[in-house]
């Protein structure tokens, strides 16, 4: 089974920046489609970032300009950095795959970015 481990979130005043990572149990991060979600108590999980098997990346119009996603090792880690942050973007953070029909269900715990003064 596919497994995902995201670190790197925590506590970040507003316009500070944080970068996560994702550390994925086999070496398709340059084969497939990663993805970063995010997910609050009052909002359904959200696509935040993407990048595919070509590195075209994509992203939410709320996160354009501030977030960036990189797979540098193109085996299996994944990065979101970070930047400008703001309250809106406190959430839960999760890393996934996507072979073409959306994400897997194989979801990690995610981890918890918050950004308040």
């Known amino acids: 089974q596919v497994q995902f481990v995201e670190s790197g979130g925590g506590l970040v005043q507003p316009g500070g920046s944080l970068r996560l990572s994702c550390a994925t149990s086999?070496?398709?991060?340059?084969?497939?489609?990663m993805g970063w979600y995010r997910q609050t108590p009052e909002k359904q999980r959200e696509l935040v970032a993407s990048?595919?098997?070509?590195?075209?990346?994509n992203y939410a119009d709320s996160v354009k300009g501030r977030f960036t996603i990189s797979r540098p090792d193109a085996k299996t880690t994944v990065y979101l950095q970070m930047n400008s942050l703001k309250p809106e973007d406190t959430a839960v953070y999760y890393c996934?795959?996507?072979?073409?029909?959306?994400?897997?269900?194989?979801w990690g715990q995610g981890t918890q970015v918050t950004v308040s003064s």
């Open positions: 990048i595919d098997n070509s590195g075209s990346t």
């Open positions: 996934n795959v996507d072979a073409g029909r959306g994400p897997s269900s194989c």
């Open positions: 086999a070496n398709f991060v340059g084969i497939y489609a």
